[in-house]
């Protein structure tokens, strides 16, 4: 009868964004898994050599902009068949679920606002309403439906999977070796670009990474 939202608050984790160790041994008792299996499915925050490093699936990210912080992303379609939300859609670089070949959703289509982690249920946004798609939704490309099943198949550490998106979409063969730090990092740096032959300063690079809404 606990909503999520309110176990880091029976458990004693302070009101901030990221949890500490200890905030996560804590939730793992309280809903009784494994600490060694929680902690890698929450997002956390270290310093390295003076630099922000974050952690989340087992994976090393070197930027925040590569994890989703702020607001949530979602399929409908998969809450509607699985009831639960997938750790792969809180990578930015996970953008479409491909099962459902579906763009994902991160914004209530009622209200308009970003979907909040603070959900009443994870298909209910917090306007009321549930999360449906409207038949106008956006189709992904089979490239970026590729990308996202090499994606996953990076953070499960499944090299063949990996392999065979590449393959499949006729994606360039050395993306098989990038991490998903690597690959999220590529998303972020040439995924402003309008076209291919297109040349893009610094300056505007930052700026868009900065007003992106997936940041």
Same mark, same amino acid.
């Given at each position: 009868? +606990? ?14 964004? #990221?949890?500490?160790?200890? %905030? ?14 929680? /902690?890698? &499915?929450?997002?956390? &925050? @270290?310093? +390295?050599?003076?630099?922000?490093? !974050?952690?989340?699936?087992?994976? $090393? #990210? ?6 989703? /912080? ?18 792969? #859609? ?8 491909? /099962? ?5 959703? $991160? ?15 994870? %298909? ?5 309403? !549930? ?7 956006? &189709? ?8 996202? @099943? ?7 550490? %499944? ?21 998903? $730090?690597?690959?999220? @990092?590529? /998303? ?6 309008? *076209? ?7 300056? &505007?690079?930052?700026?868009?990474? *900065? $007003?992106?809404?997936?940041?």
């Amino acid at each position: 009868g +606990v909503a999520p939202p309110e176990l880091p608050n029976l458990a004693g984790a302070r009101p901030i964004r #990221w949890m500490t160790s200890r %905030d996560m041994e804590a939730l793992a008792f309280l809903t009784g898994v494994p600490p060694e299996w929680l /902690i890698t &499915r929450l997002k956390s &925050r @270290r310093h +390295v050599d003076r630099r922000r490093r !974050y952690s989340y699936l087992g994976t $090393d #990210w070197g930027s925040v902009a590569s994890l989703r /912080i702020k607001h949530a992303q979602v399929c409908p379609e998969c809450l509607l068949e699985h009831g639960c939300c997938k750790t792969e #859609w809180e990578v930015t670089a996970v953008p479409a679920c491909p /099962i459902h070949q579906t763009m994902l959703m $991160d914004r209530c289509p009622h209200c308009g606002t970003a979907l909040s982690w603070l959900r009443p249920a994870v %298909d209910i946004c917090r306007c009321g309403r !549930y999360l449906r798609r409207s038949a106008a939704a956006t &189709r992904p490309t089979a490239r970026i439906l590729g990308w996202c @099943r090499a994606m996953k198949g990076r953070l499960e550490r %499944d090299s063949g999977a990996v392999l065979a998106a590449v393959r499949t979409c006729a994606l360039p063969s050395w993306l098989t070796h990038v991490s998903p $730090d690597g690959a999220s @990092r590529l /998303i972020h740096a040439l995924g402003v670009l309008s *076209r291919a032959e297109e040349r893009i300063s610094s300056a &505007r690079r930052l700026a868009s990474l *900065r $007003d992106s809404p997936r940041t």
